[in-house]
């Protein structure tokens, strides 16, 4: 079993529609990440968390340390969305543990 | 604006040569970056950590000798793929660790194809 395990593996949606991808761990961890690779293969960081929640235009990032689970939201999906959504814990250190990553497909 | 900066983009070369990638951090000094190796529909793998001034380290399974990384500054990390082979081919793509420690900025990757 993955340290990091995330559902669903491949998402699409028609654009507008409100999506979430989950992310499970299964260790203690320091922070949580969220990336984004587009289809080049470029990764932008969107959010780094340790509690609670976060908001940046259309997406929001939550995390549950109790329960282990955090979940990444898009409002308003838009076929720019489109990409490979990975999560990634940092436990001790910096290095970090990433997902399998979630293709995420936005339909006009 | 890109704040990692890696070159070349992609790459073909032939095998048995060397292909040396160089990943740069932008407007910051990052004494910690970090080399991936992606296939593809898979996540990131990590290969080495690579520290300012010290010798990589390696994760397991990873040729030491094979992949030269060096971090001769403060603002430059380099991946030197040693005599290629097709098997090599792969997405490699770094990071650079903000100071401070929590963030990581990633680079655009490269794309390499040993013929």
Redesign the interface.
């Known amino acids: 079993k993955n340290e990091v395990e995330q559902s669903p593996q491949n998402l699409t949606a028609q654009e507008g529609e409100f999506i979430t991808i989950n992310c499970s761990y299964s260790v203690g961890i320091s922070?949580l990440?969220w990336?984004q690779q587009h289809p080049?293969?470029?990764?932008?960081?969107l959010f780094?968390l340790s509690s609670g929640k976060k908001k940046h235009g259309r997406l929001i990032a939550t995390i549950n340390i109790q329960e282990k689970h955090s979940s990444l939201h898009i409002t308003a999906s838009h076929p720019r969305d489109s990409a490979v959504y990975?999560c990634a814990v940092r436990r001790s250190g910096?290095?970090?543990t990433?997902?399998?990553?979630t293709q995420l497909t936005v339909n006009p | 604006g890109a704040v990692v900066s890696q070159h070349p983009s992609w790459v073909i070369c032939k095998s048995g040569t060397s292909v040396k990638i160089e990943c740069r951090s932008l407007d910051f000094q990052a004494t910690?970056m970090?080399w991936y190796r992606?296939f593809p529909k898979?996540?990131?793998m990590?290969m080495a950590?690579s520290n300012e001034g010290s010798k990589a380290t390696y994760e397991q399974g990873v040729e030491k000798d094979k992949f030269l990384i060096n971090h001769a500054s403060l603002t430059l990390s380099t991946l030197t793929v040693t005599s290629a082979h097709p098997e090599d081919s792969s997405?490699y793509?770094c990071?650079a660790?903000w100071p401070g420690?929590?963030?990581?900025?990633?680079?655009?990757?490269t794309?390499l194809s040993v013929l």
């Open positions: 922070a990440h990336l080049g293969g470029g990764i932008v960081s780094m990975i910096s290095r970090l990433f997902g399998e990553g | 910690t970090f992606q898979q996540s990131l990590l950590t997405f793509i990071s660790l420690g929590d963030i990581q900025y990633f680079g655009a990757g794309r």
